[in-house]
């Protein structure tokens, strides 16, 4: 299989002289050359045998484990599909708790290449002598916390360290790598070593099997070999109704030039095949500046754990990979010790069993429509119900938005608005009764960009509340819809938490975009959000805009979003994204609101969002 990624010509050959030896400017030793739901939506997101530590590198033949611990537990079968826990293994405890439920098998991939030595931004660490700011030592601390008690009682961890160190003190310490520029002569791409087999209560033999100061870097990036050995123990191990998952923490460095074959995404689309999710934790820097972003990301949607997976991915004859010349990580992207926390919490939220599956709560950003359309009724009358105008879109807009964050879910959800186009101040924009009255004319500049009055938070409720008020904020000139999605994707692209979901609200009547401010497209913006793994909820009043051709508008975009009605039957992929079935279908497939209707609208939105985790 070949890879879909290339580097320029002058980078490839700045890297060419370099396996994983940590370095940019020397040649590693014996580097080698290149080769290469059901609700609203159906679209779906991400993811739905022990032994004692040996602490040896004296391993089986790669893929293999000898296990000398107790076997996984017995099982009482209650009905078809229900599986009870009735014993455990030692020395973890776990019942069926909130689900029936088998505790998964969670194996552990690290990447011990020697490139692991720097800091995640590129840099020699100077904190000597524990180096605590390299990867090699942010990875070790974030995996002992991930598996430590009482998770390693909901999760069956197990340890695989890549590549494997064969003996004879051909690997090198952290400090060697670092103080003396040492370099590991260890054979080039050899297998990985599974040096824990799955089972619960393995937190502390995990901790006791790696420290950064002694457990060694070794040479080359052999990630397929490793995801294959990965695979191997996994078929090996299978047991009746057990998930299995594998979690690649990686700073995804190299593999490319040093170790091309076997193919890692090859080999997580195998593993996908044999019913294994990958998830991929990578560090953010100069590996992903050098072309990582892309290949992990291929990665992610072939382990099915991506970011908004299926969103940002798109099926091949062998599997999953991203949509093409995606830059943005939708794999678990981490800068520092607090996000690489973050994101391996997320995946233990994930998979624990016997207890509530939880997940960082979601950001969840309303971006609403401030243009002049929006003082008439959802009908598409001039409201005659002065001084409120409550039957105006725009009155009713803020009134069901502010329901909705107000109603108690801004304490599982991180709401935020954005208002668009911007109100550039001076007068230049009106109150809805200046429209309604005709007194005075809106004379803001062109197709402005947007701007987010409370960026997504907790608790926001109050603030979006005093944030907008139907007869004192301002209503503006011309309809830059894909500018305000542009100003949405920059703001959430640009404060993305690992592990933590984000979603777009669009609410708007849909007129006037293709008139007044047809560029940036809307759709090829909604698509490039999908791409980063941010589903896009398109709300849209019924009314004269609707049956003025803003349905085609409104269903396009809702399936670029991929939150469409029926998405599956409905919507097609199309080059960049994905666009109506049917382009002229007045049937729609974005949520629709009538008179009075967008409250429930929202709140079904909110709830659906809700419906994939508890945020805790």
């Known amino acids: 299989m070949t890879f879909r990624y290339g580097r320029p010509a002058a980078l490839i050959a700045l890297l060419a002289a370099c396996g994983d030896d940590g370095t940019r400017d020397t040649a590693a030793t014996g580097s080698q050359p290149s080769t290469a739901p059901t609700s609203l939506t159906e679209a779906t997101t991400g993811p739905t045998t022990g032994g004692e530590p040996t602490g040896t590198t004296q391993t089986p033949d790669p893929g293999t484990t000898s296990t000398d611990g107790p076997t996984s537990a017995p099982t009482t079968t209650d009905a078809p599909g229900t599986t009870t826990v009735s014993t455990t293994d030692s020395p973890g405890t776990t019942t069926g708790g909130v689900e029936d439920c088998l505790p998964p098998d969670a194996l552990i991939l690290l990447d011990r290449t020697q490139s692991m030595h720097r800091t995640p931004d ?43 160190d064969p003996g004879g003190g051909v690997c090198v310490t952290l400090a060697e790598r670092i ?31 790696i420290d950064p100061a002694t457990t060694l870097l070794c040479n080359t990036t052999p990630t397929g070999e490793a995801l294959i050995t990965a695979g191997e123990y996994f ?16 700073d995804g460095a190299d ?25 991929i934790v990578g560090f953010n820097g100069e590996e992903a500046m050098l072309g990582a972003t892309e290949y992990l990301n291929d ?52 998979l624990c069993c016997g207890c509530d599956k939880t997940c960082d709560a979601p950001e969840v950003l309303f971006a609403l429509d401030r243009t002049l359309s929006m003082h008439r009724t959802p009908d598409g009358q001039t409201p005659v119900d002065a001084p409120n105008y409550a039957s105006s879109k725009w009155s009713q807009a803020i009134g069901a938005i502010e329901q909705v964050v107000g109603g108690g879910l801004d304490t599982d959800l991180r709401f935020g608005l954005e208002l668009w186009p911007r109100d550039p101040g001076g007068g230049l924009c009106i109150t809805l009764a200046e429209r309604i009255l005709d007194t005075k004319q809106a004379t803001n500049p062109m197709c402005q960009d947007a701007e987010i009055l409370v960026p997504p938070a907790l608790a926001a409720g109050a603030a979006i509340d005093q944030a907008v008020d139907p007869l004192t904020t301002l209503i503006c000139n011309t309809t830059p819809t894909g500018t305000a999605l542009e100003t949405a994707s920059t703001w959430l692209v640009n404060n993305a938490v690992p ?35 941010i589903r896009t909820y398109v709300v849209g009043f019924f009314g004269a805009e609707a049956q003025a051709g803003a349905v ?22 199309m080059g960049s994204g994905y666009q109506a079935q049917n382009p002229d279908s007045m049937v729609p497939l974005y949520l629709q609101a009538g008179n009075g209707e967008l409250p429930q609208t929202l709140a079904t939105v909110a709830d659906e969002i809700l419906q994939y985790c508890i945020p805790g």
């Open 122 to 164: 590129g840099q020699t660490p100077v904190d000597a002598p524990a180096y605590a700011s390299s990867k090699w030592s942010l990875a070790i601390s974030a995996i002992e916390t991930l598996t430590a008690a009482p998770q390693d009682d909901t999760v069956r961890f197990g340890l695989e360290l890549w590549p494997r």
């Open 179 to 209: 103080e003396q520029n040492k370099t590991a002569t260890n054979p080039q791409c050899e297998a990985g070593e599974v040096v824990l087999g799955p089972a619960l209560g393995n937190g502390a033999a995990i901790a006791g099997l």
């Open 235 to 250: 078929a090996g191990n299978k047991e009746p109704d057990r998930e299995q998952y594998a979690i690649l923490v990686t």
């Open 255 to 279: 593999w490319d030039l040093s170790c091309p074959d076997p193919s890692p995404l090859a080999a997580v689309q195998d593993l996908a095949e044999q019913g294994v999710k990958t998830f």
């Open 299 to 350: 990665l992610a949607c072939a382990g099915r754990t991506a970011k908004g997976f299926p969103g940002p991915c798109v099926p091949t004859a062998d599997g999953f990979v991203a949509v093409e010349g995606a830059d943005i990580p939708v794999y678990l992207q981490a800068d520092n010790a607090q996000e690489l926390g973050a994101a391996l919490k997320s995946v233990a939220g994930q």
């Open 499 to 533: 592990g933590r979901e984000q979603y777009v609200v669009l609410v708007t009547d849909g007129a006037d975009w293709d008139l007044s401010c047809p560029d940036p497209s809307p759709l090829l913006v909604t698509q490039k959000l999908a791409a980063a793994g």
């Open 552 to 573: 085609q508008f409104l269903n396009d975009v809702a399936c670029a979003g991929q939150t469409a009605k029926d998405f599956a039957a409905n919507c097609a992929q």
